[in-house]
């Protein structure tokens, strides 16, 4: 019987053993998976770069030979030629140029998607932000007989267009849900006048979408031939895979379905390869060609800030920021609700800071004053939500602040890209917070890839080693190289400001952790694991476990470090009124049971360099953190542990915890609704999104605590740990 133990016990070890080897095969067929991918795109785009004969890391331009769905579009003889001026309409177009939008010379790939417009073809076109995208669609309208229908996404976006276009005497009307029935009727009759007073007509989605009387306008313009294009502006919101998805987008295809010989001109600043095959197909183009500009705007710095526990220090630390870095200039605070808006703004007034919120929800006639005011500098800053985003076209605006980070790379970018229109040097500062994820974790959960999205701009901010443009040009299929930075973002800039430290026995803690919450029937939310992990919490749970020497930051770090890495995984509960989150073993926990298994990531050596790193000079006094990023598995050996000292320890956990769980009153507050001038964090695919996260716990001391906000301390590495 003892002999059949002992097989019995090495059967199993064997078992466990072939399943970690598993677990091991099927990450790196994971990993070589993603690098082939990968390989293919580079070399592809290094073939596309040799043909243009422009460097990819520098290049500023670029334009696809193929549609996006990988069909041959054009060959690369014919598509220059569309860079020429010997067009019937080259002549009208140069002239209005410089009449009407005063312009002397078109910027990259301008000149080529306008004859190619001119000329009938469906484009796609990737554009950074603030690099003249409306002119494509503008200047064509100003050539042609008829008029452009625009369909785009924001009222607010419809207003600022047609406020620029009047500035340049170019007539252009809008139709939207607030339109007067007289002004409905006079542009719908318009439409169809040979004589119309307007060149472009500007709609929303959902217009398109509930609008018989407009469509069958549409259709009659277009038997006359006075349909000359269709733009859709912000195309990647037809995308449920892109990062704004709009339901009514996705029946945007009826305009090509119904109107076949009208060109369509797709916009986007943000749209990845996927996205745009997508497009194509939801639109009902065929075959478009994608002209992509460069991700990269040379002028603007990135930099990531940790937040730590104090409400209070962030708020003077972003006033700080304003009064001394940018003092008299132009910017926007972006926030995660519309109770952050007002509160926030609240908090920078009585710092003696003039700045206004802007929300959803506020009236539409107060949302139009703040927004002229701040395009006229009467108002410098503007605490805001996503609702004040797309078209935002000032140009000098020097900062655009997160204090609360993006859902996604795609939003971060183009909200951080309202900054430096004009071309001058401009700051983009994310503060971000282990509190944060989880907040909008719980948004975009309804979401079809909110969930990858969101990590992936987790992963961006933990980041200390990789050049910023670098991570961003992954994510757009871009080939980069970090030199290309000319250090303007903060992990260029203090490029050896960091070490690689080992994380496998902290990992092991807590896998332990919830082991043994998993066998106690207990759940663990985020607050919970760093508190038990931290030591605290129930005396009969201390004694169970092995708690950290690390500070908070630090142990937090390392928790999003193994969620990021599949060590951990998210898991939601869904009630009537909310959402709860917990944390659970991921499918890479099992690997760390082998004893060869080992991890390490990056860790910031230094705090306190932020103050000088921006491409703006900052004041001395400011103070700033960042750590962590890339989890290098099997990359290194254990290295030697030694304790932190006590007062690092008690620094640690002397840290207050405040309440934050939200009644449903308060959630109406939270989030700004979906209307069809409204963007929004969370998804607008489904009415009952929930709009908080609520961490249940055992008593008011265990309750999540608020944002972790800006630390004024110097955090020390892991690498001797």
Same mark, same amino acid.
């Given at each position: 019987?003892?002999?059949? /133990? ?11 053993? +072939? ?15 993603? @690098? ?66 005063? !312009? ?11 004859? &190619? ?17 409306? !002119? ?24 600022? %267009? ?13 139709? /939207? =849900? ?34 018989? +009387?407009?469509?069958?306008? @549409? ?7 006075? +349909? ?11 995308? %449920? ?58 002028? @603007?710095? *990135? ?25 008299? %200039?132009?910017?926007?605070? *972006? ?22 919120? *802007? ?62 229109? $004009? ?36 992963? *961006? ?52 952790? &919830? ?41 937090? =770090? ?65 103070? $700033? ?18 304790? &932190? ?75 001797? &740990?």
């Amino acid at each position: 019987m003892d002999g059949n /133990n002992d097989v019995q016990a090495e059967l199993d070890s064997v078992e466990a053993e +072939l399943e970690l080897v598993e677990l091991q095969i099927t990450e790196l067929l994971q990993k070589q998976a993603e @690098l082939t991918s990968r390989k293919d795109a580079l070399l592809q785009q290094l073939e596309e770069a040799c043909d243009t004969a422009q460097p990819s890391s520098s290049s500023s331009s670029s334009s696809s030979l193929k549609s996006s769905g990988g069909h041959s579009a054009m060959s690369k003889q014919e598509m220059q030629l569309y860079d020429g001026t010997d067009f019937p309409w080259s002549q009208a177009v140069e002239q209005h140029l410089k009449d009407l939008f005063h !312009l002397s010379t078109f910027r990259p790939l301008q000149l080529r998607a306008i004859n &190619l417009t001119l000329s009938g073809k469906d484009l796609f076109l990737v554009m950074p932000t603030g690099r003249g995208k409306s !002119l494509c669609y503008q200047l064509p309208a100003v050539c042609s007989e008829g008029f452009t229908l625009v369909v785009t996404p924001l009222v607010s976006l419809m207003e600022d %267009q047609i406020m620029s276009l009047k500035s340049v005497d170019v007539s252009a009307v809008m139709l /939207n =849900a607030s339109s007067s029935k007289e002004h409905a009727k006079m542009v719908l009759a318009g439409m169809t006048d040979v004589k119309a007073p307007f060149k472009l007509v500007y709609v929303t989605p959902e217009k398109i979408a509930k609008s018989k +009387l407009l469509m069958s306008r @549409l259709e009659k313009a277009y038997n006359a031939n006075l +349909l000359n294009r269709i733009t859709v502006d912000e195309v990647h919101c037809c995308s %449920q895979w892109g990062h704004d998805f709009r339901p009514d987008y996705k029946l945007l295809g009826i305009l090509k379905r119904q109107f076949p010989k009208v060109p369509l001109i797709g916009l986007t600043a943000t749209a990845t390869s996927n996205v745009l095959k997508d497009c194509e197909k939801i639109l009902c183009v065929p075959q478009p060609i994608t002209l992509t500009a460069s991700f990269d705007r040379t002028n @603007l710095y *990135y930099e990531v800030r940790i937040k730590e526990s104090d409400n209070d220090a962030i708020i003077s630390n972003i006033a700080s920021l304003i009064k001394n870095r940018y003092k008299d %200039q132009s910017g926007v605070v *972006y926030v995660f609700s519309q109770k952050d808006a007002e509160s926030v703004s609240s908090e920078l007034q009585k710092r003696d800071i003039v700045a206004y919120p *802007y929300h959803g929800n506020m009236d539409p006639g107060a949302k139009s004053r703040v927004h002229r005011k701040w395009t006229s500098n009467k108002i410098r800053v503007i605490v805001a939500t996503v609702a004040f985003g797309m078209g935002i076209d000032k140009p000098d605006v020097r900062f655009v602040i997160h204090h609360t980070i993006s859902k996604s790379i795609e939003n971060y970018y183009q909200e951080s890209g309202r900054a430096g229109r $004009d071309g001058h040097p401009a700051d983009c500062i994310v503060y971000f917070g282990f509190s944060d994820i989880f907040r909008i974790s719980t948004m975009v959960v309804m979401e079809n890839v909110g969930q990858q999205k969101l990590l992936k701009m987790v992963d *961006y901010c933990q980041n200390v080693d990789r050049c910023r443009r670098s991570l961003m040009a992954v994510h757009f299929d871009e080939v980069w190289d970090d030199e290309g930075c000319n250090q303007m973002c903060d992990t260029c800039r203090h490029a050896k400001d960091h070490r690689t430290a080992d994380i496998t026995q902290h990992a092991r803690q807590v896998v332990q952790i &919830l082991e043994l919450a998993a066998s106690m029937n207990e759940k663990l939310t985020p607050l919970k694991l760093v508190e038990a992990w931290m030591g605290k919490g129930p005396a009969k749970r201390r004694k169970m476990i092995q708690t950290t020497t690390l500070s908070r930051l630090q142990a937090e =770090a390392v928790i999003v470090r193994l969620l990021l890495q599949g060590y951990l995984r998210e898991d939601f509960s869904f009630t009537p009124y909310t959402t709860y989150f917990y944390m659970k073993l991921g499918h890479k926990a099992a690997l760390l049971k082998n004893q060869s298994h080992t991890l390490s990531m990056e860790m910031g050596t230094q705090s306190g360099y932020a103050s000088d790193a921006s491409a703006v000079k900052a004041n001395k006094k400011e103070v $700033d953190i960042t750590f962590d990023p890339i989890v290098m598995e099997n990359s290194c050996s254990p290295q030697p542990k030694h304790k &932190l000292c006590k007062e690092q320890r008690n620094q640690s956990r002397k840290q207050e915890l405040k309440p934050v769980g939200q009644t449903e009153r308060e959630k109406q507050q939270l989030t700004d609704g979906h209307g069809e001038e409204e963007e929004t964090r969370g998804s607008i695919m489904t009415q009952h999104v929930i709009e908080e996260i609520h961490y249940p716990s055992e008593s008011k001391e265990e309750t999540l605590c608020g944002r972790r906000h800006c630390a004024q301390l110097s955090i020390p590495d892991l690498g001797h &740990l």
